[in-house]
Nanobody
Framework: QVQLVESGGELVQAGGSLRLSCAAS????????MGWFRQAPGKEREFVAA????????YYTDSVKGRFTISRDNTKNTVYLQMNSLKPEDAAVYYC????????????????????WGQGTQVTVSS
């Protein structure tokens, strides 16, 4: 049984930092690209960041570039999202997801490419 369990979400002031973690079990973690998505109330789920299976390649949506960093530790089956300089518009439920990455791509940004999803962790940013 595959499980992705996010943690680290909490209330933070604008300009602050948070580190989200996602612990994976029940899958070959190193064979999956990993992604972070977020969904704010009344909005569609959106892509935030992705990391290749090796961790050498990362990709970010424009709104978080330079502020967020995705990383992974394949020895711990865990992917992280370091979020700095948080803004009120970053507030959302954050989800991690696993992508088997069939084919030659290193990662995907479309949610339909991701097979397994966590339950989400709430990030609240006060202004």
């Amino acid at each position: 049984q595959v499980q992705l369990v996010e943690s680290g979400g909490e209330l933070v002031q604008a300009g602050g930092s948070l580190r989200l973690s996602c612990a994976a079990s029940g899958l070959s973690f190193s064979m999956n690209a990993m992604g972070w998505f977020r969904q704010a109330p009344g909005k569609e789920r959106e892509f935030v960041a992705a990391i290749s299976r090796s961790g050498l390649i990362t990709y970010y949506t424009d709104s978080v570039k330079g502020r967020f960093t995705i990383s992974r530790d394949n020895t711990k089956n865990t992917v992280y999202l370091q979020m700095n300089s948080l803004k009120p518009e970053d507030a959302a439920v954050y989800y991690c997801a696993a992508d088997p990455v069939y084919g030659t791509s290193d990662y995907h940004t479309a949610s339909y490419s991701y097979v397994y999803w966590g339950q989400g962790t709430q990030v609240t940013v006060s202004s």
